[in-house]
């Protein structure tokens, strides 16, 4: 059964021009809880009083919980759908990648624990979730492992060399198939619907942190409760800004 909330959202989703319309720059479960978590924030009485007395607009308020929601049910009908048409064998290859990744990870944990610079850049690694992310995980853990090899010399359990060079020629193989996916009229459909719904909602909940960080200019504790812990993060490491605020239609 469709979810009414998507399906109210729908037209309004479909008249996005395509070219304000992108793909998510953040892992979809983190961003889903991250804006839970600020509707939660923006129920309080206090705040949202606060929020309407600098200008917001109540419907934004009002709506995100709906929003969270539509976008959450894109968002499945997109993985059902994506992952339905997979073949046996990229669907094993992609097992294969996931245990690796794992496996990598377990060691790293072990073998770096005393390197806090490599722990911080593995924690960054491991944040995301899906076949992409998985696939430039491995990579991304392949490079971290040769720039420390050393460290993993005295783990008599652990091939530091042959999970490196595994790890790489995962990566080929599963880009090679992930390559030769094709997607279906429907499944297309899918995956255009879950980004317009992830655009609609990112732009609506940067209004409302753009808002909150205005209203409490000058109380640093709650202003960082209207940022993006993910994204604050990233910024940390050298990576871009948060998304900035294009307005969005607000529905009746």
Known sequence: ?????????????LALPAADVGAPDIPIAISLQENANLSTLTKDPAVRTRLV????????????DDDIDATRAAQSDWVVLRDKSKSAGQRALEDEGYAQRKSIVSACRWNLRA??????????????????????????????????????????????????????????????????????KEQ??????????????SNRVNQIREAGRY???????????????????????????????IPTPILP
């Open 188 to 201: 297309a459909e899918a995956k255009d619907l879950r980004d317009r719904a992830f655009t609609y909602l």
């Open 53 to 64: 007395n600098v200008g917001l607009v109540v419907g934004l308020l009002d709506s995100l």
């Open 215 to 245: 209203a409490y200019v000058d109380d640093e504790a709650m202003t960082k409760k209207f940022g993006s812990e993910y994204r604050r993060r990233h910024r940390s490491r050298g990576n871009a800004p948060e998304t900035p605020v």
């Open 1 to 13: 059964m469709a979810n009414p909330k998507l399906v109210a959202l729908k037209p309004i989703l």
């Open 115 to 184: 390197d806090r610079v490599a722990l911080g850049v593995l924690s960054a690694i491991v944040e995301g979730e899906g076949v992409p992310d998985m696939i430039q995980d491995l990579s991304d853990l392949a490079t971290l492992m040769e720039s420390r090899l050393s460290a993993f010399a005295s783990d008599q359990t652990f091939d530091a060399q042959a999970a490196i060079q595994k790890a790489r020629t995962l990566v080929g193989d599963l880009e090679g198939g992930v390559g030769l996916e094709k997607f279906t």
